[in-house]
Nanobody, 120 residues
């Protein structure tokens, strides 16, 4: 059974930085894609970044140049470095682990999310 656990959320001032972690345990098959999503109250969950098991990274336009996704395959952990955070990026951030190729998710596993609050 694959388990996904996010951590690293918290309160940060506008313009600040946070690094989120997504620990994936269990037998996640390759190829796979790990994605970060965020969901603000009353708004649909949106994807902000993805990284394939081969290390290819993709970003939503709104975070390009500010967010960096990376993965440590030894630790089975994916990171999301978030810089220059904006107040409108306050949301619960979720990690999704997908088995399959990019765009062809066969089965997915979700974490419970970590709250990020960007406020003075």
């Amino acid at each position: 059974q694959v388990q996904v656990v996010e951590s690293g959320g918290g309160l940060v001032q506008p313009g600040g930085s946070l690094r989120l972690s997504c620990a994936v345990s269990g037998n996640l098959l390759s190829p796979n894609v790990i994605s970060w999503y965020r969901q603000a109250p009353g708004i649909q969950r949106v994807r902000v970044a993805q990284i394939t098991s081969g290390g290819m990274a993709y970003y939503a336009d709104s975070v390009k140049g500010r967010f960096t996704i990376s993965r440590d395959n030894v630790k089975n952990t994916v990171y999301l470095q978030m810089n220059s955070l904006k107040s409108e990026e306050t949301a619960v951030y979720y990690c999704q682990a997908c088995e399959g190729q990019l765009g062809e998710c066969i089965i997915d596993f979700w974490g419970q999310g970590t709250q990020v609050t960007v406020a003075p």
